[in-house]
């Protein structure tokens, strides 16, 4: 999975490349978008490959329990309207 990190509302200046298969630690003040990346790359990767996704799975480790499930819903939804 390749996607730049503007695409992931980050940083209009960042070109970020995250890689399957190895654990990738984001951090950033509040605000900074880290959730909604994190969120987006879960949807993504499981997407099935026709819709251009991973067709795979996702870990998500929260260290602070504030997992959203109606968030990530909300993403998938809004992203991948079909």
């Not at 790359?41 to 998500?60: E, I, R």
Request: a positive charge; proline letters at 2%; aromatic letters at 6%.
């Amino acid at each position: 999975l390749k996607t730049t990190a503007s695409s992931l509302s980050l940083s209009e200046k960042s070109n970020i490349e995250f890689c399957s298969g190895v654990v990738t630690e984001i951090v950033g003040c509040a605000g900074a978008g880290k959730t909604q990346c994190c969120l987006t790359l879960a949807v993504m990767t499981c997407l099935p490959k026709k819709m251009n996704g991973l067709d795979g799975g996702t870990v998500y480790f929260d260290s602070e329990s504030a997992f959203s499930p109606s968030r990530l819903v909300e993403i998938a939804r809004a992203r991948y309207r079909d």
